[in-house]
């Protein structure tokens, strides 16, 4: 098993000509989960992106399950099927007459010509299971566009789990959920994490959340501030440095995002 799913090394990513994210290295070890925080434009999800190869770099190295991405932002089928990707809101959702099982079963489907096809059976079989396992068994039959915020989440983790990963990440998945809904989609999604194996990179602004359920925080303000442990990363004095005096602000602020749920397939 790699020690570490993914490596960053002084990652610089332009945005109108300026860096948006610049000189960042980090590392992700496997089976951890990490939290990327920090203010609103701070290049959270710019670097996510530069990560999945949704947007061009222009310097730097992403090594993702052992695999250097492409200065196009391609990496092997074979790696990209073993990647999700959460985003804040999801873009298919009222475009398109799409029942649950339907969007579940893109999840399964294979890359391209390489991956090893097994059939329709198996296929159904997988996304009846990922259903079950998420909770969303009685939705199958159901649109997207009928789910509540709580149910599309859990449909995005049934997506996920519907073949084996081993790098999740999510964008503010959390986001526009009630603190019950927020609850619930944070255990399901530990408990899968354990059950799966998972790496996760979540960005977040929920620090109380990060503090309870996050091996390592990434404190990001175009360069990376600091990183570490929850109490090493989350203490008030870094905190301040971070956001500045109105800290608290950011525990719960989400924004959208216009990317959506995919494999991360280039």
Same mark, same amino acid.
């Given at each position: ?45 710019? #670097?996510?992106? !530069?990560?999945? %190869? &949704?947007?061009?770099?222009? @310097?730097? =190295?992403?090594?993702? $399950?052992?695999?250097? *991405? ?99 990440? #999510?964008?503010? !998945?959390?986001? %526009? &959920?009630?603190?019950?809904? @927020?609850? =619930?989609?944070?255990? $399901?999604?530990?408990? *899968? ?74």
């Amino acid at each position: 098993m790699l020690d570490s799913v993914l490596r960053v090394q002084a990652l610089t990513v332009e945005r109108d000509g300026r860096p948006a994210v610049e000189d960042v290295s980090f590392s992700l070890p496997a089976e951890s989960d990490t939290a990327l925080v920090g203010p609103n434009g701070a290049g959270k999800s710019t #670097l996510v992106a !530069a990560l999945l %190869g &949704l947007v061009p770099r222009r @310097t730097g =190295q992403v090594e993702l $399950l052992g695999h250097r *991405l492409g200065s196009d932002g391609q990496l092997p089928r074979a790696v990209r099927c073993q990647i999700a990707y959460l985003p804040q809101t999801l873009a298919l959702q009222g475009r398109f007459p799409l029942s649950v099982a339907e969007f579940v079963g893109f999840g399964f489907d294979p890359p391209g010509p390489a991956w090893p096809w097994r059939g329709a059976a198996s296929r159904r079989q997988a996304v009846g299971l990922a259903l079950v396992r998420t909770g969303c068994q009685e939705l199958g039959g159901r649109l997207l566009s009928e789910l509540s915020g709580g149910q599309l989440k859990r449909v995005l983790l049934a997506f996920c789990v519907v073949r084996p990963r081993r790098l999740l990440v #999510l964008d503010e !998945a959390q986001a %526009g &959920l009630d603190v019950q809904a @927020t609850e =619930q989609f944070q255990q $399901l999604l530990l408990e *899968l994490r354990r059950q799966e194996g998972w790496t996760v990179l979540q960005v977040s602004h929920d620090l109380d959340m990060v503090r309870r359920s996050c091996d390592q925080v990434l404190c990001l303000n175009r360069r990376l501030r600091c990183s570490g442990s929850p109490d090493h990363a989350l203490r008030p004095e870094r905190l301040q440095e971070l956001y500045g005096p109105n800290v608290v602000a950011y525990h719960h602020r989400h924004h959208h995002h216009p990317h959506g749920v995919g494999d991360a397939r280039g």
